[in-house]
């Protein structure tokens, strides 16, 4: 799970973690309220939204204005700046070109910026280990820095039992170049970060730009932190902070199913039972020519309503032009997955071809439930049947 920059901020600041003051605001008149609170003389007017890229990004109602990260001075300005980003949208690099509506911003106080450094902690998959990635190319994508310039970045995996100690943070602060008291200032920084990394769950904290001020403090200008979501139950306040605006509306109803649903790009829907078999589905329509439409894990054990559900939400996708179901009857049984189908294509009466692939426990009758049923299903042997069946129906109907 994602959360807002304001809201990575508030969290981290919890642990100790220096951020600039500011408050959040839903309205022109409420960003002037928190503006005249900090009292200046330099304001920094930022728009939240799930995606990074927002300084460089560029508003449709705007083209050629400025970014959704501005620095004002003056409380009118704030306001009037506030009322070109609210209910606008926002295209950068990483919302992709139909952008994000913004509906909160963030004010706070401007910072006297002497270095932009990079600072961000994850769980590297190959160390199995949560990394501490520093780097002197503040404001520039970790990404591209990597990339160009490897040397560039110092990486620290560290021992989950011994945890994050005060040499590996000196190392950070000697990696960036800190002297004198900004090194004190960065260590208690890159302590109290992992303590929160730990605590709260992360699994991605990121500060871009770590700035150094002209009085030496080290603080978080940006912050970006998502959270393991299979750990959320133990941080109800962490929970809290979703904001479903920023989430695709298909994912979110089929995460009130249980179901695991991801939307893809192609015009073949697919409902299956497990994530492996998932996977291998998806390969095999790949290698019949077709593009799958999503990523559809119906659990293992199904019930008629959540097939119903399931159904639901591959049809609301508009690209979809056939479904193939591809479920193995394991624990469930094929007549019981056999009888949801069925019903769920009576209640959406469904339009589009629709080929099932039944394997396992009661299979026999699951078919005859499907052959007695009267609905136009194209029922297949095995999964490159269904696979072939579902591609050419597909190019039929289109
Ligand atoms: P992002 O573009 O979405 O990553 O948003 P950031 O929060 O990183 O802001 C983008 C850039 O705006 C930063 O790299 C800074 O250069 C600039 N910026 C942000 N806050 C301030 C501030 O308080 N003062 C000044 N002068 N610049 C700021
Ligand atoms: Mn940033």
Redesign the pocket.
């Known amino acids: 799970m994602n959360i807002h920059?304001y809201q990575a901020k508030q969290l981290l600041a919890k642990f100790g973690v220096a951020v600039?003051r500011g408050g959040v605001a839903y309205t022109p008149d409420e960003a002037a309220e928190v503006a005249k609170g900090l009292g200046g003389p330099?304001y920094?007017v930022?728009?939240q939204i799930h995606?990074?890229?927002?300084?460089?990004?560029r508003f449709t109602s705007d083209p050629d204005g400025k970014?959704?990260?501005r620095?004002v001075k003056s409380v009118d300005d704030v306001k009037t700046n506030a009322a070109a980003m609210l209910g606008h949208t926002l295209v950068?690099k990483q919302t992709g070109p139909a952008g994000k509506e913004v509906k909160r911003l963030y004010i706070?106080?401007?910072?006297?910026?002497k270095r932009?450094l990079y600072l961000g902690m994850l769980i590297d998959r190959a160390s199995s280990r949560v990394t501490v990635m520093a780097s002197t190319e503040?404001?520039m994508e970790i990404e591209e820095v990597a990339h160009d310039h490897p040397e560039k970045i110092l990486k620290l995996a560290i021992d989950p039992v011994a945890g994050l100690q005060a040499h590996h943070a000196r190392r950070v602060a000697f990696a960036l170049g800190l002297e004198g008291k900004q090194v004190g200032a960065c260590v208690k920084f890159v302590l109290a970060m992992y303590e929160a990394f730990i605590a709260l769950d992360a699994s991605i904290v990121e500060i871009?730009?770590l700035?150094i001020t002209g009085a030496g403090d080290v603080i978080a200008?940006?912050a970006k932190m998502n959270f393991d979501d299979n750990a959320l139950f133990r941080h109800k306040d962490v929970a809290e902070l979703r904001d479903e605006d920023e989430e695709d509306p298909l994912e979110i109803e089929a995460g009130r199913h249980e179901l695991n649903y991801v939307k893809l790009d192609g015009n073949i829907g697919c409902m299956v039972n497990g994530a492996g078999l998932a996977m291998a589905t998806m390969d095999i329509i790949k290698l019949y020519g077709g593009e799958p439409a999503n990523f559809l894990d119906v659990g293992g054990g199904a019930t008629k309503e959540r097939v119903t559900a399931a159904f639901k939400i591959i049809l609301a996708d508009k690209n979809v032009g056939g479904i193939l179901v591809n479920i193995f009857g394991g624990i469930m049984r094929c007549d019981v997955i056999a009888e949801g189908v069925v019903a769920a294509a009576r209640e959406v009466s469904l339009h589009v071809p629709l080929v099932v692939r039944l394997e396992g426990t009661n299979v026999d009758l699951g078919k005859k439930i499907l052959a007695e049923s009267g609905l136009p299903i194209l029922s297949a042997n095995n999964l490159a049947d269904a696979a072939e069946k579902v591609v050419k129906a597909v190019k039929e109907a289109a």
């Open positions: 920059e600039p330099v920094v930022k728009s995606a990074g890229g927002r300084g460089a990004g970014g959704g990260v620095v950068t706070e106080e401007g910072a006297d910026i932009e503040g404001g871009n730009p700035v200008l940006d």
